[in-house]
């Protein structure tokens, strides 16, 4: 909207911020709480996703898809279409009723190539899909980071599963 200077993406405001710029904010978190910083990037990515995944049902119910939700197709489609800037995003796998998926994506924007790490760093996006697929699955669904660009692996890869179905150590 050039007369306010804003964009809006489904009709919510939006801000675009280069890739570099979220490396600096998780640099500067991490220094001032260490290890923190990662729990506080999953608990925004998780409540970002979980704000995407009411927007893009209320979009569904909207154009009359009642409880999309319930569609596997309407996830995939929400998912890999929906283009956020995360990246290149595919459903490897998606089971409705059992609540597990797995995700790739490459060329992650959190995931940085230059930067190399022992450790998964995508947080925040793996929070992000735990919220939206939390939403999108209508179960309270957590995950892992089993390979990251930052590893030197291919792409990204996540694992979700339903909460109730993980076992603490």
């Not at 590893?151 to 990204?156: F, L, Q, T």
Request: glycine share 10%.
């Amino acid at each position: 909207m050039d007369d306010t200077g804003t964009i809006e993406y489904f009709g919510q405001k939006a801000v675009i911020l280069r890739a570099d710029v979220f490396h600096l904010i998780h640099k500067e978190l991490y220094r001032l709480s260490g290890t923190a910083a990662n729990v506080i990037l999953s608990l925004g990515g998780r409540r970002v996703g979980t704000e995407e995944g009411a927007v893009l049902l209320a979009k569904a119910r909207s154009v009359g898809l009642g409880e999309a939700s319930a569609s596997p197709d309407f996830i995939q489609m929400a998912l890999e279409e929906t283009n956020m800037g995360f990246g290149k995003l595919s459903i490897l796998s998606l089971d409705k009723q059992g609540g597990n998926a797995s995700v790739s994506i490459s060329d992650c924007f959190e995931a940085d190539s230059r930067d190399r790490s022992p450790h998964p760093s995508c947080f925040f996006t793996l929070g992000y899909l735990e919220g939206v697929l939390s939403k999108l699955l209508g179960t309270n669904v957590r995950g892992i980071e089993t390979s990251c660009v930052s590893k030197g692996d291919e792409s990204c890869v996540f694992q979700l599963k339903p909460q109730e179905s993980i076992k603490l150590k």
